[in-house]
């Protein structure tokens, strides 16, 4: 799709010369004489970038750019300056200007410089699309932020099963929010006003096992002095998360086992058995089935907690998503510290989209925060954190971001559409087998209509 490019001049020739070598370029390019005339074409339509003469009579490019500034900020503006405006272009880039070309401009250059302010008003427009999208969602969207079809199958099967009294694993990376998921399970579901325990097996040592999670007698062993509930009796009633439950010692998992069949629990110290009424969340970042087969994980226990199944996407599979949770976190993080939000780059962009983020949603949030409270070493710029949180080796090659960014206007066109490929071979004009070549490769399938 052709970007449209406002062309504000008050010198015909000037106007009718850049006009002509845009739609060669493959812009769209309307004209105007003045600012007034270019603010009654913007009340009827909004172009994707405006390009205006610096000095104008009666009104200026900087007073043009402040209205549409009010009007959209979204929408970039490019001063075209004489030699002697130069100072006072670079003092209106610190009002909000997006860069200023002299005159007279270099055709080429000024193509480029307008493609690049255009992806950008582009991605901002996306983004603020996806805000508005997210508004209008129920409790799940606000709690499972995200818009990509990964999001949307996650939020249908979790809506699913909290509505059942089942267990459940949750497979993901870390970071990829698997006590977020547990706890919408709980806080959906008929359990809700019960307590809701959390477990973090890795952190657990392995004598301690026993008596953290079913608890002891007085005396049952050196440093009992009374008794203490373990963690199944605590969250009878509710809901048990059990963090990387691969970490657990593997003999203490034929006890687990034992309460998930009889859901009693036997105290250290004790003979007697205490009944618990308990929903068992198990959340690993180990493929289990796996580590069954392989003996790593008793293949009793997992078939036992293996009633129903939960995938958490990592970040790298959500598409714009990370657009939308960036300015959420960044965004809380302002408000929290009583701070104005700077306004996202086009390098910006071009970081959130391109990173890997092995570290997932826990990362992403890390970094929004940094940016929103000024942390970064040379500014606020996004690329300049990831670079130093991670050496500038976590950026990917030329041929990998031209992909990421592909993928990402296939998958915001198929939403946009409703997941229809007509459609999207209209909007992004493609054959339809290069669109479905395009979309198996990156994985943009149409969410399955039934549960995990």
Same mark, same amino acid.
């Given at each position: ?37 270019? *603010? ?28 549409? #500034? ?17 100072? *006072? ?171 998930? #069949? ?49 995938? *958490? ?130 994985? *943009? ?8």
């Amino acid at each position: 799709m052709s970007k449209s490019i406002l062309v504000v001049d008050d010198e015909e020739i000037v106007r009718s010369s850049i006009r002509q070598w845009l739609e060669l370029g493959g812009f769209e390019a309307r004209t105007a004489r003045n600012a007034d005339e270019a *603010l009654s074409m913007l009340q009827a339509e909004l172009p994707d970038v405006v390009l205006t003469d610096f000095r104008m009579p009666h009104r200026s490019g900087i007073e043009l750019m402040r209205d549409v #500034q009010r009007i959209d900020p979204d929408i970039p503006v490019v001063l075209l300056t004489a030699h002697g405006d130069v100072a *006072l272009a670079v003092a209106a880039m610190r009002e909000g200007v997006y860069d200023f070309l002299q005159k007279p401009a270099n055709p080429d250059h000024m193509s480029a410089v307008l493609a690049r302010a255009a992806e950008q008003s582009g991605l901002k427009r996306q983004l603020r699309h996806l805000t508005s999208r997210l508004g209008a969602e129920g409790e799940l969207a606000r709690r499972l932020l995200g818009t990509s079809p990964a999001m949307a199958t996650l939020r249908k099967s979790v809506g699913e099963l909290a509505e059942h009294d089942r267990d459940v694993i949750l497979f993901g990376e870390s970071g990829t929010g698997k006590e977020v998921v547990a706890r919408a399970l709980h806080d959906l579901g008929p359990r809700a006003r019960a307590p809701f325990v959390a477990v973090n097996c890795a952190a657990i040592p392995a004598e301690l096992f026993e008596s953290e999670l079913l608890g002891h007698e007085a005396g049952a062993f050196t440093g009992a002095r009374g008794a203490r509930i373990g963690k199944f009796e605590h969250a009878s009633g509710g809901t048990l998360l059990l963090d990387e439950i691969e970490s657990m010692p593997h003999a203490f998992q034929v006890k687990i086992l034992r309460v998930l #069949q009889e859901r009693v629990v036997e105290r250290v110290g004790s003979n007697r058995l205490i009944p618990v009424d308990v929903r068992v969340i198990a959340a690993a970042k180990a493929d289990l089935a796996a580590d069954s087969r392989s003996g790593r994980f008793r293949a009793d226990l997992y078939f036992r907690l293996a009633a129903a199944e939960i995938r *958490l996407p990592p970040l790298r599979e959500r598409g714009n998503d990370v657009l939308l949770l960036f300015q959420h976190f960044a965004g809380e993080a302002a408000r929290r510290s009583g701070r104005d939000l700077t306004p996202l780059g086009a390098e910006d962009f071009d970081a959130l989209l391109t990173h890997d983020w092995p570290g997932n949603v826990r990362e992403l949030k890390n970094v929004a925060e940094r940016y929103a409270l000024g942390l970064a070493a040379t500014g606020r710029r996004v690329a300049e954190i990831l670079r130093r949180a991670q050496g500038a080796g976590a950026r990917r090659s030329l041929s990998e971001r031209v992909a990421a960014y592909e993928r990402m206007l296939i998958e915001a066109s198929l939403l946009e559409h409703n997941w229809s490929v007509v459609a999207v071979m209209e909007s992004l004009g493609m054959p339809r087998r290069t669109l479905n070549e395009k979309m198996a490769r990156y994985g *943009l399938l149409r969410p399955s209509r039934t549960s995990c």
